[in-house]
């Protein structure tokens, strides 16, 4: 038990007492520390008033009263503390005043926010109940007679437990992002589901639908960051809340593979993301390999060891975006997830793939994306449960991207850019000088020799001699050819795989 109090928690601790209030470490700070683990941010519950708060520590730490070290942002009683400290957790300590919550009409939020007279009451509106402990801040060490635990959040804490405060169900009614919040919490802080409790997430199940989609993609990413984030989503799935999350993930689990993999589609795609947790990959990277496989059951081709999955990468890129899309993710992490499951099959061989391939491959993939890539596709090797001798292959390929590193490969590093083009050839902005573009580069890509302005304008004069047709059809194929590193796939794997 870690049971040092930081200086700046008893430094407002003393402020709140010598004005004749109380002071608790509550939530998750006091629930981190009984288990030992330094919190990641610190939680001061009050009977004192929020205007009370902000009086109190308007000049804390020699700030002004036009630039106060207070801020009090919400309705909720929670006014945050500046203090100078250089710990990232203690540099803003939020001090709560003592509430309890109305009615949940709407089942988000509470309809109204009632401050309470006493530590306890506060304590039984909280969740589960190893966050509903507080330790008297008026006391210097964390001893069991110096906290106050109505739920006996202490015997859970040493069961390793999760169990509500209070009525199971009516707890969940009240607010059901509680459902989501028992599986998170399970994950990070190892503790297994109460029975009880575990009943009533299933039967509340359906209470998700109510929740805004923000507050559900928050505690799934947090899940997602833990060291149990594979378990967690089975978890979700076993107490039918995956349903109301990524439902698409659930069609994988009755489908079958081929005779290559010896789990499910749904197995598979839980034990890559468990891949990526262990090797403590990027949230971007644990995503795409929970998604990578999302598309594999609606492209299913036949059943038992011959079946197929042919363009699911494509498929599943598309749901991939529809699903983080739903869940309010930001456009960065959706384009660059998306884009790690729609590149994640890329083919690779020694001596089969020219330097030209490899520069597509870049030119498509881009070169900062890809070692992400390769940890997905590491993850989907391991979680396949029959690696096959792929990290020779990846090395050379490695070596290779080294070798082209410095080749044009995007359109920016032609020797000739959009503005000179349209001048030397007098013409508009237009999509032609995309389309033009586009066909110089891959001129590039073919023969990285190419990117010589002569060339460049020679060639680009030809090519504003075709009509709008045969202009289109040409670009066309030269986008098309980028897609050759992995166009061969198909016939490859069709030649390796899947034809007896
Ligand atoms: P961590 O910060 O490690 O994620 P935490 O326990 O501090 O864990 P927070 O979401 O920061 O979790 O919430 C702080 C405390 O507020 C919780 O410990 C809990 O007591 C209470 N709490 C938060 N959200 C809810 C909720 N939806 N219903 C009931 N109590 C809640
Ligand atoms: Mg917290």
Known sequence: M???????????????????????????????????????????????????????????G????????????????????????????????????????????????????????TIEEDLSRRDFTVNAIAFNLSNHTITKS??????????????????????????????????????????????????????????????????????????????IVTPNAAMGVVAMEELGLLKFVIPELREGIACG?????????????????????????????????????????????GDGPDSTFYNHEVVGAKMTTKILDRLRFSKEIIEIVSHLVRCHLFYYNVGEVTEAGVRRFLSRVGPENVDDLLKV??????????PKAFPYKLRHLLFMIDKVKNDPISPKMLKLNGNELMEILNIPPSRKVGYILGILLEDVIQDPTNNEKEYLIARARELNLLNDV????????????????????????????FVK
């Open 146 to 223: 110096h906290l106050v635990d109505p739920f006996n959040g202490m015997d859970d804490l040493q069961k390793k437990l999760l169990r509500t405060v209070g009525d199971a169900n009516k707890r969940f009614e009240e607010d059901a992002l509680r459902l989501m919040r028992a599986v998170r919490f399970s994950a990070q802080l190892g503790f297994e589901i109460e029975q009880v409790t575990k009943h009533a997430i299933r039967e509340n199940a359906g209470l998700l639908e109510m929740i805004a989609k923000e507050r559900i993609r928050d505690e799934f990413s947090k899940l």
């Open 470 to 497: 045969e202009l289109v059809s040409m670009a066309e194929r030269a986008s098309e050819h980028k897609d050759e590193f992995e166009a061969g796939i198909e016939d490859e794997m069709k030649k390796k795989y």
């Open 62 to 117: 020699g700030r002004t009263v036009e630039d106060p070290a207070t801020v009090y942002e919400n309705s909720f009683g929670t006014v945050g503390i500046k203090t100078e400290s250089e710990d990232e957790a203690l540099k803003i300590v939020e001090v709560t005043t003592y509430r309890i919550e109305g009615k949940y009409t709407d089942k988000r939020h509470p309809d109204e926010v009632t401050f309470a007279k």
């Open 377 to 386: 596709r590491e993850a989907d090797r391991i979680g396949s449960g029959v």
């Open 257 to 301: 593979q081929n005779k290559h993999h010896i789990y499910t589609v749904f197995d598979h795609n839980v034990r890559a993301l468990n891949y990526s947790v262990e090797k403590n990959y990027s949230f971007e990277v644990r995503l795409a390999s929970l998604l990578h496989d999302v598309g594999k059951p609606r492209t299913k081709g």
């Open 2 to 60: 870690k049971t040092k109090i930081p200086n700046e928690i008893e430094n407002i601790a003393h402020i709140l007492t010598d004005a004749g209030f109380e002071a608790h470490l509550v939530g998750g700070s006091l629930r981190d520390m009984l288990l030992g683990v330094s919190p990641k941010d610190w939680d001061i519950a009050t009977n004192a008033k929020p205007e009370e708060v902000q009086g109190l520590f308007a000049t804390y």
